[in-house]
T-cell receptor, first 115, second 109 residues
Framework: DTEVTQTPKHLVMGMTNKKSLKCEQHMGHRAMYWYKQKAKKPPELMFVYSYEKLSINESVPSRFSPECPNSSLLNLHLHALQPEDSALYLC??????????????FGPGTRLLVL | SQELEQSPQSLIVQEGKNLTINCTSSKTLYGLYWYKQKYGEGLIFLMMLQKGGEEKSHEKITAKLDEKKQQSSLHITASQPSHAGIYLCGAPQGGKLIFGQGTELSVKP
């Protein structure tokens, strides 16, 4: 089973709202990723967690706050977002976090619209 | 830093025709991944190549990595409407995965 699940599928929020995106995998993977994808562009890495510790933060604004409560779960907390943050947010997981010889498996994404 | 360039950017083919998508790297590739994405959905893993000259096939899709490990091609034989989507190549760089800009494939019935 190579399934990564993400909820919600769609999210509309105002600039003053606080919301969270959730990602879950049960493949025993110890690395989890958040990507942001704008229309007609490739995914861009935001955060990497390896063994539940934040290992990469691609200089993402603090209005995005990741959390990895356990090895199966990854959250992305959103606060005071801007309209330009509207995008498809993708979660992925891989075995340990070393990209060499490790395939990342992606979830279906959450489409976020910030009004 | 490494860059991946895909060609063509978009492709429209008649159902049943063969097609090839290329991915060229500015540096030696130490792994090359192919993914497929339907609009607004997640990425589906297709294949991973590591060794120069390596070739892998899955159903009607074949991917190759050239001997110099700087270019990969994805070939679809007898295309079907189900092959339509965006094909992305990806490569590891500094602990993360970078992607090409994608190739949008449309298959006309």
């Amino acid at each position: 089973d190579t399934e990564v699940t993400q909820t919600p599928k769609h999210l509309v929020m105002g600039m003053t709202n606080k919301k969270s995106l959730k990602c879950e995998q049960h493949m025993g993977h110890r690395a989890m990723y958040w990507y942001k994808q704008k229309a007609k562009k490739p995914p861009e890495l935001m955060f990497v967690y390896s063994y539940e510790k934040l290992s990469i933060n691609e200089s993402v604004p603090s209005r995005f706050s990741p959390e990895c409560p356990n090895s199966s779960l990854l959250n992305l907390h959103l606060h005071a977002l801007q309209p330009e943050d509207s995008a498809l947010y993708l979660c992925a997981s891989s075995l340990m976090g070393g990209v060499f010889r490790e395939t990342q498996y992606f979830g279906p994404g959450t489409r976020l619209l910030v009004l | 830093s490494q860059e991946l360039e895909q060609s063509p950017q978009s492709l429209i083919v008649q159902e049943g025709k063969n097609l090839t998508i290329n991915c060229t790297s500015s540096k030696t590739l130490y792994g090359l991944y192919w993914y497929k994405q339907k609009y607004g959905e997640g990425l589906i893993f297709l294949m991973m190549l590591q060794k120069g000259g390596e070739e892998k096939s899955h159903e009607k899709i074949t991917a190759k990595l050239d001997e110099k490990k700087q270019q990969s091609s994805l070939h679809i034989t007898a295309s079907q409407p189900s092959h339509a989507g965006i094909y992305l190549c990806g490569a590891p760089q500094g602990g993360k995965l970078i992607f090409g800009q994608g190739t949008e494939l449309s298959v006309k019935p």
